[in-house]
């Protein structure tokens, strides 16, 4: 009977496979509420209004956070999330901006009182970036350790997972599954998906337009994407600045790229993350993105948006 039940709930809200493949029972299908907060959604540029790359999925209270721009221990405590550590963190790629944050999540967390190794995932060379921090701050740890302050033994550990695309986690009805995409020279840099049981949301992380993407993200809910203004790109005045316009086809997506992309992928709502926008306004980039093609619900993110 209860089998049975869990089949028609499962065919009513159209994902049954997921369903099935995760265990969840009937019970879980009414509670479960996924929420998505954008916490830093800005780029290198110090916006004081706009932190560096870092959004939280945050599951009945659980929360994934994906990547860790600078800033991202101040916006998780503004946006009222645990400042003991995610559950979890799954890093895009080493780029600086998305992991300035990190040595920051790391030891901060620890001093807040975490006392588990802190789960990350993300790819090659993210195991010597975290000794290399690990070590740099090896004094701090001593002394808080060993010191008057008495923190947690061992808790500013780390369970560092490097990735390859595919399933990367799947844990009480939620499931992580890495993406690779281009991003310029870098070797391994990834988009996420991460489904719940009542949703499907992609981080496109950064990335020029991904095919691989494209499939991976078929009809999600949402899907919060990286982007820079096409009708302002141009040579930049500094040296190198000739180069900027190609930087930015070969590592970055266009609005204009981004409306086409949208419109193969057919999400529930689009997102415009990590702007790089060169003096665009809002209005500027929602055009490019039309006119690339695509007709359906988005929004400009913000620091602090909930979805
Ligand atoms: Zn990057
Ligand atoms: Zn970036």
Redesign the pocket.
């Known amino acids: 009977m209860q089998t049975a039940l869990a089949i028609l709930l499962s065919l009513a809200l159209g994902c049954p496979a997921l369903i099935r493949s995760m265990n969840t029972s009937p019970s879980d299908l009414r509670a479960t509420t996924t929420k998505v907060i954008l916490l830093g959604t800005g780029?290198?540029y110090p916006d004081p209004a706009a932190s560096g790359?870092a959004t939280a999925v945050v599951v009945d209270g659980r929360v994934l956070l994906f990547d860790a721009?600078p800033g991202v221990m101040r916006r998780l405590r503004a946006a009222n999330l645990p400042i003991n550590g995610p559950e979890a963190l799954f890093i895009?790629?080493l780029?600086s901006?998305?992991t300035l944050g990190y040595a920051d999540l790391i030891l901060t967390s620890w001093v807040m009182r975490r006392r588990a190794p802190f789960p990350v995932y993300g790819p090659r060379g993210l195991q010597r970036m975290t000794k290399h921090l690990l070590s740099a701050y090896s004094a701090d740890i001593n002394i808080r350790e060993s010191g008057l302050e008495h923190e947690v033994a061992g808790g500013y550990r780390v369970d560092v997972h490097e990735v390859r695309r595919g399933i990367v986690y799947e844990k009480d009805g939620v499931r992580v599954t890495a993406i690779a995409v281009q991003h310029g020279a870098w070797k391994d840099a990834f988009a996420y998906r991460i489904d719940t049981v009542d949703r499907s949301i992609v981080i496109s992380?950064?990335t020029r337009p991904s095919e691989e993407l494209v499939k991976a993200a078929q009809g999600v809910d949402i899907l919060i994407h990286?982007v820079y203004s096409a009708a302002r790109l141009g040579p930049e005045d500094r040296p190198g600045g000739k180069d900027w316009p190609r930087y930015c086809r070969e590592y970055?997506t266009s609005d204009v790229e981004l409306g086409a992309l949208a419109v193969r992928i057919r999400p529930g709502l689009l997102i415009l993350d990590?702007i790089i926008r060169m003096g665009a306004s809002d209005e500027e980039l929602l055009a490019g993105v039309r006119a690339g093609g695509y007709a359906g619900k988005v929004l400009i993110g913000r620091d602090l948006d909930s979805f």
């Open positions: 780029t290198p790359p721009g895009t790629h780029h901006d998305h992380g950064d990286e970055h990590h």
